[in-house]
């Protein structure tokens, strides 16, 4: 069974860059034909699907966060990391990594396993 779990600073200053990376066990990120996705709920607000690494190390973003964001993965270590730069008081939430097995699916929130989550508030 695939385990995800997120560390990161649970705290960033504003203007700062969010770092987290998500470590998996249970089976490897370069297999066939996996997504790898960083998703953020806030606070009375839904989740929202930030972006995702595919199998092949190919990366997609969503639109709205797309210039602040980067995914990469280190795949020696089995674990993959977010990078959000340029955090203001908006991006507090919790951060979950995610596994999935479509990218339409992905996007639209549906995912195999996930991660327990991170709380990151930005605040000064």
């Known amino acids: 069974q695939v385990q995800l779990v997120e560390s990161g600073p649970g705290l960033v200053k504003p203007s700062q860059t969010l770092s987290l990376t998500c470590a998996v066990s249970g089976g490897r990120i370069t297999t066939n034909y996996y997504f790898w996705s960083w998703v953020r709920q806030a606070p009375g607000k839904m989740k929202e699907w930030m972006g995702a690494?595919?199998?092949?190390?190919?990366?997609y973003y969503n639109p709205s966060l797309k210039s602040r964001t980067s995914i990469s993965r280190d795949t020696s270590k089995n674990q993959f990391t977010l990078q959000l730069s340029s955090v203001t008081p908006e991006d507090t939430a919790v951060y979950y990594c995610a596994r999935g097995r479509d990218l339409e699916e992905v996007r639209a929130g549906v995912q195999l396993d996930w991660g327990q989550g991170t709380q990151v508030t930005v605040s000064s």
């Open positions: 690494i595919a199998f092949s190390g190919d990366t």
